[in-house]
């Protein structure tokens, strides 16, 4: 199967990928757990120095990886960019304080002594979402990486290139090799990959399906897991709210990395006595939304990630309507190239509907 590079504000293919072979990912898992011996007996400070400097590189390449992040899943360049930043100070962050972080912690128990001490466990796997190429992976491998463990990223597989270049800039900082090793495999191969005796734990930021799939191999071999499955937030505007404030928050929360947040705003709750107020100012803003290519530093909604998600979310609006859901704003799909939809506000849902039942 080909990995792919689909930039989203043209639904044009930019590159392809050959799956690795199961040859190269056994060489893979068997090369990040022998560096694994050698890298938990390394000290604090030299694996701070490693992560200070992927930190260093990501900051000197700001620029293009923040176009390879657009590129690839179609965030707005200034968000791409902020990402960028962002995921270098988590990775500086655990640098600076890994160390005081993983101090033994002494307990003092009623008889005899004990003391709380933290140690690296092994190979660790990471199954990472596209929405936040960069920012997910920071948060996974820079504390473990910190901690003594090595670390496998299986990408999502529509963002190739950024997982390519993450694996390219920790070999740059000189990190040995295994201590950090990008996976071009698909989420089926990731499952199955969790019952390798040599990979101690898995993390995976995705969707519920996903989740279940690696949880359910994680349980099979009694290893560790942690699971970050999204959500569907809502936002709740009681009578006190300064409505245009709040209407301001409201688009910033629905529109941030185009909509594509876990914690992003989907619901919008009002008390009845502010609700038309909010709704008329809301939509009046949300009218105003300029829709265009995510490259050019005035647009404010790019394109969603895939052709695929634009289509499952036009069928899920129109689903709605279908059975009686109103149509304040949008509903449509603009008449352009690429994965888009028009900025969409939709009233009178009831349970059952498609858009009430979507996560």
């Not at 709704?279 to 265009?292: A, D, P, Q, R």
Request: charged share 25%; glycine share 8%; net charge neutral.
């Amino acid at each position: 199967m080909s990995i792919q590079t689909i930039n989203p504000a043209t639904n044009k293919v930019v590159k392809s990928f050959e799956e690795m072979t199961d040859k190269a990912v056994h060489e893979a898992v068997g090369q990040a757990d022998k560096t694994f011996g050698s890298w938990r007996k390394t000290s604090y400070e030299e694996r701070a120095a490693l992560l200070h400097k992927v930190a260093e590189l990501m900051r000197k390449k700001k620029t293009e990886l923040a176009k390879m992040i657009t590129l690839e899943m179609g965030k707005l360049i200034a968000q791409a960019e902020g990402e960028i930043d962002l995921s270098a100070d988590i990775i500086d962050y655990y640098a600076t304080n890994g160390a005081k972080f993983l101090e033994d912690k002494q307990l003092s128990p009623k008889f005899g002594k004990a003391f709380i001490r933290y140690s690296p466990i092994g190979v660790l796997l990471g199954v990472e979402p596209w929405n936040f190429p960069w920012y997910q992976v920071a948060r996974f491998a820079a504390p473990n990486i910190m901690i003594g463990n090595t670390v496998l990223v299986k990408h999502a597989s529509i963002v190739p290139q950024c997982g390519i270049a993450i694996e390219e800039i920790f070999k740059e900082a000189g990190a040995p090799e295994g201590v950090y090793t990008n996976l071009l495999i698909s989420g089926k191969r990731a499952s199955e990959l969790v019952s390798d005796e040599k990979i101690k734990g898995v993390s995976l930021t995705g969707s519920e399906e996903a989740g279940a799939s690696i949880a359910t191999a994680a349980g099979k071999s009694l290893k560790k897991s942690v699971l970050e499955l999204g959500g569907s937030d809502a936002f709740i505007i009681l009578e006190d709210a300064d409505i245009d404030k709040t209407v301001e928050w409201a688009v910033v929360g629905r529109l941030n990395n185009n909509g594509e947040c876990c914690v992003a705003s989907k619901r919008f709750i009002a008390v009845e006595s502010i609700a038309d107020e909010f709704l008329k100012k809301f939509t009046e803003k949300l009218s105003k939304i300029k829709v265009g290519d995510p490259m050019d530093k005035d647009t404010q909604l790019g394109p969603l990630s895939s052709e695929a998600a634009a289509v499952q979310l036009a069928d899920q609006v129109q689903r709605t309507v279908d059975a009686g859901a109103k149509v304040a704003l949008g509903g449509k799909r603009p008449d352009r190239e690429g994965a888009f939809m028009s900025p969409t506000i939709l009233t009178d849902i009831k349970p059952g509907m498609a858009a009430y039942l979507a996560r």
